[in-house]
Structure formats: structure tokens, C-alpha cells
């Protein structure tokens, strides 16, 4: 307890930490927002709540990992990541995911959350359990005499996730698949009937969403780190994301994205980085008991 | 007429700037069986939803015997005696009739232990006796999903008999009903308002049906109470030939 | 004949099956001990699941609610807790014979009582959250409990809490655990039967098929689902403080609050078995627990990859279950009857439901 006032105070003493804390915060909160924008496309078009979103970004991270300690460079990683989890992306939707689209949700759920166990305890059979980060040798710069300092990763891999959010918005607003796959997320027998294969936009989402995460992984796995189970934090984060802004609401979903990074960094240096899980897991709840309080019928009993 | 057992004043209600009902009032006089008709659209169903309590309402009043209900829940308003039934029908789908029937009882006076009641002996009897009366004793203990379209409306109207309510609000009890069973239906319904003394606000469509049964009707039009009194005379009031022709 | 006059037979065979079978496989007592917790595990999330329509992702939550309560009381008898947490890495402390029977009676109900008083809280939350979101509030929960747990220090944290030694020797120990949990799953199943067969068997059921008309008809359905959480609560909180003691060493991951194990397969087994039916969960308890053992001693290393794999198979292509295939296949065996097909009937798809074409 006091430590965590001790903390505050520091934040209070230093105004300048609170800009490095926003500038780191924003900086990750971007790549939160891509994977989360990738979950939200999943969820309103396909009605399915995949908690593998976080594994996936993990194995987006892992293969960046992997051929950087082969010599490529990890923003060369970066496309290689995309192709291969667009195609695991693929066979997860064939075998799994267009089984259960048309179930009850629990179902949909259940069947991610086993995909999550494999890819967890595959990742963790095949590179081993500990922490691991892709090194790409850039510089950090420094700013206000070394109080704030920004890796140039992170200020590299902030545009990256902006230009593919960009590219992402932009396919779906132009392209004939991006206009297929938003009349399918309004209304899918609408779209059936004139002659939308929605089958075949249910399946390019979530390739896109799996290539998506393996973008946001690779930038992970250079601005950050990586680890066979740090899939379901990054999963119930943007799950705390997207039920925050509502899975329709884009602007909102971005907003929250870098909202959330702002929060953890904030609430990192506060409370120290042993309760990240758990200020995470709070925030779920948090989250979950306003959307609840809005959705209450207003009828009240009287007395 | 007796005194209102539903008396509806100026409720107002819209959904996002559209107004489904606009200050209307009415009374269901108590023991009789009164219509509500009204152009697709014209805020029919909002108004049984209102008054049932599914949605909070704008501005107005609802009482039930003189008492305020427009705060109250679903719930609290089915125990004070107020009962619907859906347009779309809705019966518990994975048990069988008589087991849709048993859960359907009054629970009024339920304390905590009448939960895990299970006397039935009287209970059971009165479930029988009452799918007898809307001809479903056959397949009583059919799965209540299995059956047809017609018969599961038949069970919901059962089962809203076995809870005893003292007023029945019904939507389009007669849509997607073979023709030729329609009038065995409207005698049942006339028979649970004499026999059981059950009074009937009565949403429908069908002008026959409504006609036929209702000693009073309202007319609706866009959100608005258009009109209202005795079959005869609302059958030729211009004003509702019109609505339902969409002349305004 | 039918299933009905088999029944009294079927409970009396199981309670032969539990009480020979430690005798019979001395060397499987522990395995056959936690097939027991098992079908408590199916048993209590079939409340919910498959009776209530709620599927829950956090029941292990009262789980380990029970053990840790358990295993407070039972050292705050006669010690100080704080001390004894942090003391037990350095010296060993005994209970004497009359102490520990005394602390684990006293620590097993309070476990079940605590978690039963627990549901009422975590329901008024949960509650107001429908289908997925329930899921995951509730998973929430038991992630949040394990997070809170291993960094409160007063319970040892994360590196956990000694219970107390079992004053006698191996055997005893495993029988008196064994008997434990085959009882606590035995009286379970006897009050399921019971309570399946009351109104709020019928109510549950109703919540379940719809849970708005339920409302409707007015039923204290919010009466109903708490009540529900409650019973589940109380017997997981039970089982909690028996396998604590049984294991004798407790901490919040693994052991209290494993998500992504116990709690996992409790779902699991309800669905390879049947959902809402009284017996599913039992078959799919162990058919599961047999699979699972044989998983764990020949793909070591390889057994959760293997579980992710289960939960897929089973969820994408076996959900009805064994006893609700069995059920599908001869309903009438089940006392279960489904109106022929009426051909001159028109058929009705699920999305024109509110337009009905049909007639009798």
C-alpha cells in the first residue's frame, strides 16, 4: 500500500514521467487497437467470440521470433507472420470454426477455447516456456534529459499498426469483398439472397482477423515480448476492449484499444508489474457490471 | 358497464424519436372481453408491452384494479394477475405439455420452500383437466417443441388458464391458425370468459373474430387512439375504413 | 422393462460399485477417489449448464473458495494464520489427533457454507449478464480469485499453505479421503434426483427453454437461478475442502482455481456425457476421467495439447452427448415422446418463426 501511494507521488513530483507513461502507453495501446479491430470484425460478422485472438497473436509473434534468431530481419518477419496465420486462419475455419458458427454462442466460445489450449501447449512444447523477444538493433531515443525514453521499435511498430488499421479500413470500404463482408455483418440472410456467398466471406474475415493478429504478434514480439501463455491476457484485454466500445462502434473500438494501453502502462508503474493479470482481469469486471447497469430494464418495482 | 379493471391514461411512447404511441387512453372494463385493432404499425404491441411492463413507458399512467403498475416489472405484474400471451408463440420447448403446464401455476403467494414443492396430486388434475378444454389431452405428454404451430398456441393459451389470471392480454391468438379451427378457438375463448371469469383484452386482425367476441373495441392508428366503441359501430365508422386503407 | 423400474437397481449398484472398489483396485484408490470429485464436478455445473440453460466458465471459483476457507479455519483454530503461513516453510507444526478431526469437520462445512454465501454475491452479479457474457464473467471471476489469492500474503500467496498432516498412516489416509468423496458424490446424485423431480426441477428447466416467458407467467426466476448457484456453490465448497485436505498442500493456481483444467473439464464431461439429464454428467465423468488418465500416462508431455484437442472434438461434432444420443436414438425408452411429422403440414425455418405458415 505504500508503495503504491509512493507511486503517486513520484507521478506527481515528476509531470514529465506521466508524458512517458502516455507516450509508451499510446504507442502499445496502437497495436491493441489492430488486434482488437480484428476480434471486433470476428465477432459482428461472424457472431463468434474467439478467445484464441490473444494465441493467435502469440503464434504471429513466435514465427517472427523464430526466423529473426535465423537472420531475417523481424519487420521482414512481419509479412511472413501475416501469410502463415492467414493460413492457419484458414484450416482452423474449415475444421473448427464453420461447424459451430451457426450453434448457440457458448458453443463458438468452447470451440476457440480449446483452440487457444492447443496453440498455448504447442507454442510451449515447441520453444519452451520462457520469455522470449525479438531483437532488430534499433536505437531509443531520448527526450526531456532522459525522463521520457522511446525505443524506436515502438515508435516503428506504432506505424506499423496505424498503416495496416489504414489499409484494413480502407479495403473494407472500397473493396467488393470488404462491401460483401459488411452486408453480411448486417444481415446475413439479406446478403444470401442477393447472391453474397456468405459463406465465403465468413471465411475470408477470419483469415483476415488470423493475419491481422499475426501482424499485431510480430510488433509484440519486437516492441514487446513473447511467451507460449501471454495468449489469454492479450485476449481478455481485447475482450475488454471491444465489450467497452461495443463490437459496431470502430472509432470507439480504436479509442479503446489505445485507452487500454494508456491504463496499463499507468496502472503498471502504480501498482507494480505483478498485478498486470490482475488489473486486467478487474477491468473485465469492471466493464462487464457498466454494460450491465445500461442494459437493466428501467422498469423498477416501487417500494 | 362495471368499473375498469385496466384503465390506460395519456401514455406516451417512442423509440428513439419514433413515436409508437402518442397519449392514448383507454379502459378494459372488468368481466368483458374488449378488441384493439389498428393498421400493421400502429402501436398495438407496444401498448400490451407497455402495459405488461416489458418496457418502461415515456409518460402516463397504467393502473390494474385502481393500483399504479407502470413502474412495476413483468414479473410483479403476472403475479398481481395480468397475463399475456406472445404473437410469436412461446412454450417451453423441451418439456412436455403437462410438465408446461405444472410450472405454469399462480405463483402469487410462492415463499421459498414452495420451490421445491412437489404435491401434485390436485395440480396435475386441473393441468389435465384444462388441456382437455383446449383439446391437447391426447398429446399430453408429447414434447411441447414437437408439436404444431396451432396446438403450441393452444398450450400457451392453457397454460396462461392454469395461472389464473384475472385479465388475459392476447396478441393475434388466431394468426397462423387453420381457418377451419378458428372458430373452436373463439368458443374457448368465450367459454374462459364466462366459465372461469377471465376478462379478455384481445389484440386481432381478423375483423370476423374480433366482431364476433368483443363487446368493446379500440381503434389505433398511427400510435394515436383513432376511435373506439361497439362492433357495430366501429364496423361502419369511416374513419377506421380508412386507416385500414391507408387513406389519412 | 423402462428405465423407471431400473432405477432403484442402478443407485444400489453404484453404491456397491463405490464401496468395492478400493478393495478391488487398492492400487487405484486416489484415481478412482478423484473419478468420485469428478462426477461432483459434472454433477454441480449441470445445474447451471444443462438444467438452467447457464453456462458457466467460473465454477471452479467456489471450488477453491471452499478449500481455502477450509484450510483457514482449520489452522485459525489453533493458530494464527499469518504466522503459520509464513512459519510452515520453516519448521514443521503438528496437530494432534482430536485437533485435526475437529478442525477438518468444523473447516469442510464452513468451506461449503462460505462458498454457498459467496454464490449469493458473485449471482446478483452474474446474473444480469445472458449467454456469452455470463461465460465470461463468470471465467472472469475465477481468474480474478487465483490473481488475488497469490498475492495476498496472510494465505501464503502464491507459494501456498500446508494443511495439516493426516494423523495416521498412508492407507487410512487414502480410504478416509476415498470414502469422503465417494459419499459427498453419492448423496449429490440422490439429492439431484430429489431436486429434478420438484417444481424447481420444472422451473430451472423453464428458465432454460425461455427464460423471457418464464418472466412472464411470473416466476421468481432471479429466486430460482441464485438458489441454483447456491446448491452448486455449497457441494463444490465441500469438495473443495476434502480434495484440500486430501492433497494436503494448496495454492491458488494449479491446485484452488485452475481454470483451464477442473474447471474446463467439468464442462467437458457434461458435454460428452449429456446435457440435463441426471446421469449424463455421471457417464461423461467417466468416460472422461478414463481418457484422460490413459492421455496423461501415454502422451506425457503432450496431455493438454491433447485436452485442447478433446475439448474441439466434443464441442464441434458430439455435443448432444452419450446419454442424449442414447436419448435421440430410443426417446421412447425415456419416457420422451415427439409428435409425428405431420406431412400436410407446412414447414416452418427458424428465422420466419414470427410469419407461421403452419396448421394443424
Redesign the interface.
Known sequence: MQQIIGNITVLEAAPILNLGLLIDGLLIGAIFALAAYGLALVWGVMNVKNLAQGDFIMTGGYITWFLGNHGLHPLLGLPVACVVLWCIGWLLYRVVVSKVITRDLFTSLLATFGIAIVIQQGLNLAFGPDTQSAQADLPTWELAGGMITIPATRAIGFVFAALLAVAVIVFMKRSRMGQAIRATAQDARAARVLGIDTEKVYSFTFCLNAAICGAAGALVAVVWNVQPFMGTTYSIRLFVVVTAAGFGNLPGVIAAGFGMGVFEQFGGFILGAQYQQALIVMLLLIVLAVRQLQNLHLRQAVQ | MSVPIIEVENVSKSFGGVIANRSVSLSVPRGGITGLIGPNGSGKTTLFNSIVGYHPIDSGSIRLEGREISKLRVQEIARLGLLRTFQATRIYGKMNCVQNMLISIPHRKAGFFDMFASERGEVVERAEHLLAFVGLYDKRFLRAGSLSFGQQKLLEFAMALMNEPTVLLLDEPTAGINPTLINGLIERLKRANTEFGITLFIIEHNMRVIMNMADVIYCLAHGELLTSGEPGAIQRDQRVIDAYLGAH | MNSARLQPLTYWLLLLIGVAAPMLFPDYTNQIAVLWLMIVFALTWDILGGQMGY?S?GNIFFFGAGMYVSAVTQIGLYYDVGMYTSAARTTHIAFSYSQYFTGFALGTVTGGLVSAVLAIGVGS?VF??R???F???TL??A??AA??VS?WEWVGAASGISLPVFPGGPETQKLFFYFLLFALSFILLLFLRW?Y????G??I??I???E??????????R??KR?ALVIAAFFLGLSGAIFGNMTGFIEPRDIAFPT?TFN?FM?LMV?LGGK?TLWGPVVGAVVFHVIKEVTWTYFL??Q??T??????II???F?QGIVGWVMEKYPERF?????PK?PE?IP?TA?L????????
Open positions: 453456462n466458465l452479479f444480469g449478464l449467454g456469452p457474457y461465460a465470461i464473467g472472469g471471476i481468474v480474478a490473481e488475488l498475492s431436486l423431480s420438484t417444481n424447481f420444472l422451473a428447466n423453464a432454460r427453454d425461455d423471457e416467458k418464464a418472466e412472464g407467467m411470473g416466476l421468481h426466476t429466486g430460482y438458489t483451464t474446463i464442462v458435454l440435463g508431455g503432450w493438454y495439447v485436452l485442447g484437442l478433446l475439448i474441439v464441442v464441434v461434432y455435443q419416457g420422451i415422446q415427439i409428435a405431420e403440414e416452418r428465422g418463426a414470427t410469419q407461421p405458415g403452419g396448421a394443424e
